[in-house]
């Protein structure tokens, strides 16, 4: 009964997030192409914290971001909106894809997860190791493994060859070895530049053709995409790395293990969950917001976990300055 209370109070929420991330968005887009991160990453946040403070709720900010490169950000521990309850925890990216946005290029994108509290990771702001697969291939993975082994498995689960197998990997030079130990096995590696929350989420989406996603990013797009992942019917394994004893110790503060694997529930424990994007500009889950009569046309995608659904939304806003 009190989750079934609970889950009424995530779906009640939908159409608020979704407004977040849409405003969020919006003031994003006069900096595409603009070359200014910061800027970029300032407008979008101030703009979902504005709206995040207009909901009926208590959220804390339990996954924000920032602390690598300095962006600005909403604050791990900050507490927003209008009411005392329900208690809401809150991941947030306000620009996933800050480079490309600001490069002018696809692959960007402003997104939210939310769940009740105490049910989402408290992550900090470092490098995450994950491996992200679809529903044919969950429960089919470790990330410890072997990648060879992992391809293996995968192909077996989707009825593929592996040489058929498509992996989104993204392109760094820490990956350099593992690319190389993929491309020998025959699969084909879809290198991306940034935004690893649309590469993993992308193994639930059918049209995307993406069988698995691997490799080192960022913590809180980690905890984000398995909010999405989970109730898309995928998995997602994820590893701290931390780089130092400082970041080590940052670990063990918020109780989070850095020596073992966390499986999908260490990392979202609940399918009353609700994730939320929408396009800055075009990407593999989403369009870009497009410029039309003097309006904006704004794409989201919405994935709800209690009825495991996702839906794709799209709204018209004026131009016109919100108050
Ligand atoms: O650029 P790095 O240091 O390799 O960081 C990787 C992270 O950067 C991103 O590509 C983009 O992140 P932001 O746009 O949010 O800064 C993430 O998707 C990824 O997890």
Redesign the pocket.
């Known amino acids: 009964m009190i989750a079934e209370k609970r889950a009424d109070s995530m779906q009640a929420l939908v159409l608020d997030f979704l407004r977040v991330t849409e405003k969020a968005a919006i003031e994003a887009l006069p900096w595409v192409g603009s070359g200014d991160?910061m800027a970029a990453?300032a407008s979008a946040t101030n703009e979902m914290r504005k709206q995040l403070n207009r909901i009926e709720m208590q959220g804390t900010i339990v996954i924000g971001?920032g602390e690598?490169?300095e962006?600005p950000m909403l604050f791990i521990g900050e507490t927003l909106g209008q009411a005392s309850s329900p208690e809401i925890d809150i991941a947030v990216?306000?620009?996933?894809?800050?480079?490309?946005?600001v490069n002018g290029q696809n692959n960007?994108l402003t997104v939210i997860a939310a769940a009740p509290k105490g049910t989402l990771l408290h992550a900090p702001d470092m490098?995450?190791k994950k491996i992200a697969v679809g529903p044919k291939a969950k429960g089919k993975i470790n990330l410890d493994a072997p990648i060879t082994e992992t391809l293996e498995a995968v192909a077996e689960a989707n009825g593929k060859q592996v040489r058929e197998l498509t992996v989104m990997i993204?392109d760094?030079p820490?990956h350099r070895e593992v690319i190389e130990e993929i491309r020998s096995t025959g699969a084909r590696v879809n290198l991306?530049?940034?935004?690893?929350?649309?590469?993993s989420v992308a193994t639930c989406i059918e049209q995307a053709n993406v069988d698995l996603f691997y490799g080192?990013?960022?913590a809180?797009?980690?905890v984000l995409a398995a909010v999405a992942v989970r109730s898309l019917g995928g998995e997602v394994q994820a590893k701290l790395m931390p780089r130092n004893e400082k970041e080590k110790e940052r670990c063990s503060k918020m109780g989070v293990d850095t020596d073992r694997v966390l499986q999908h529930d260490d990392l979202v424990s609940t399918d009353e969950c609700l994730f939320i994007a929408t396009g800055i500009t075009d990407n593999l889950l989403v369009g870009g917001i497009e410029t039309m009569n003097g309006k904006y046309a704004v794409n989201s995608m919405v994935v709800t976990g209690t009825d495991c659904e996702v839906r794709y939304m799209r709204s018209i806003h004026s131009m016109a300055p919100d108050v």
């Open positions: 991160k990453d971001e690598i490169d962006a990216d306000p620009i996933e894809g800050t480079t490309p946005a960007s490098y995450m993204q760094r820490r991306f530049q940034d935004g690893d929350v649309i590469s080192i990013g960022g809180p797009e980690g």
